[in-house]
């Protein structure tokens, strides 16, 4: 399987069109969130990504709005929001958790959630998935400009517990193209550019 990856697209139509130029040559497109900012800006977005020729994976941003992101893929026959769920495509599992983690700022928009809310949903992830989570793992992929680390304790732990074959993340954009391994799998921040992996 091939799968072309990105995030924090927020609301660039340009960065999304030189994406999805490439679809035809992926088995499934996954976007780990950030379509718009701040709560808008994100249904052109989503109408270029409908039009995607492959399946598409997707988990909220912190700064989507999850109860919209979820009406809008509700008649989305290829569209897969995952958020504490997961999906078989063409015998891979895929796992998804959106929002940050943990909160940084307490703005209205933002879409976060708490290390323990956060390990409570990535409880069911099945061994050997793609992980698709918005924030990165503490300490990998997640270094801000002043060097602190600002990832996911509870995301760190999924990962040495569920041994996933690839995780895919964003939400840093200091660590945008980032890459890092624990055990046999790799990780790596996205960003609103394409990215290709082979499973």
Known sequence: MR????SDLHGDLGATR???????????VVVAGDFGTKGQETEPVLELLRACPRPVVLVPGNHDN?????????????????????I???????????????RSTDELWNLALSERQAAELLTPCPP???LVTHSPPKGHCDRQPDGRSDGSEAILKCLRA?????HLCGHIDASFGATSTIGDCEIRNLGPVANWFTL
């Open 3 to 6: 799968l072309l990856a990105c």
């Open 18 to 28: 030189r994406i999805l130029a490439q679809a035809g040559a992926a088995d499934v």
């Open 66 to 86: 999850l109860m919209g992101l979820r009406q809008y893929c509700r008649d989305w026959p290829t569209g897969h929001l995952l958020h504490g769920s997961g």
């Open 88 to 102: 078989t495509l063409q015998g891979v599992p895929f796992y998804g958790l959106g929002g940050e983690v943990p």
């Open 128 to 130: 050997n998935a793609v």
């Open 162 to 166: 569920k041994h996933p074959r690839l």
